[in-house]
């Protein structure tokens, strides 16, 4: 039975520091290799979908695919998933930072008219290959990461560099340029 309870009043000891030093992994601010990519390609899928106005994995979506000209500009609206600013923001969010978002709206001229978002007709994607990107982390400050990426062409032809930057905000790392993986 002593034994018992020495077992017992060790694992009573062990088990809180274990969960305190796994809650501080968790908050330590580390930035993984894999985290940066799965995000950088997030962040690429949701620049184009946005850009584009409809998200491909988005059920019950519905577009209205009128085009009309505003301040010069040919736009057309957004489907149903991206209808508002809220929708738009939200979907985002969980990727951007609050200034990438707000940021890029405006360098991308993305608009709400007459009640609904709106964004300028495109051509659509780019030719990189971010999948074999290459990447090394170029700045290391308290809550911003900066990473270099090398971008092979999809023909091979060409190497593009990119940096990214990755900012803590409220406890989460996100990306803080709206096309940082365009």
């Known amino acids: 039975m002593k034994k018992f309870i020495v077992c017992l009043l060790t694992a009573l000891l062990i088990l809180p520091i274990g969960t305190t030093i796994a809650a501080k992994k968790q908050t330590s601010g580390d930035l993984t290799n894999q985290q940066v990519m799965t995000m950088t390609l997030q962040a690429r899928e949701h620049f184009w979908n946005t850009m584009s106005g409809h998200n491909p994995k988005a059920k019950n979506s519905s577009c209205q695919t009128k085009t009309f000209e505003y301040r010069g500009i040919p736009y057309t ?106």
Do not use: H
């Not at 985002?92 to 991308?108: E, Q, S, V």
């Not at 074999?132 to 032809?157: C, H, W």
């Open 77 to 182: 609206y957004m489907c149903s998933e991206f209808s508002t600013k809220a929708k738009l923001t939200d979907y985002l969010t969980p990727i951007f930072t609050t200034d990438a978002i707000k940021k890029g709206f405006d360098k991308y001229n993305i608009i709400a008219y007459k009640g609904k978002m709106a964004v300028p007709v495109g051509d659509g994607d780019n030719l990189l290959g971010w999948e074999q990107a290459k990447m090394k982390l170029i700045s290391k400050k308290d809550n911003v990461r900066t990473y270099e990426f090398a971008v092979p062409a999809l023909d091979g032809s060409v190497t593009a560099k990119r940096k990214i930057t990755f900012v803590k905000e409220n406890n989460k790392w996100k990306i803080n340029q709206l096309d940082a993986a365009f």
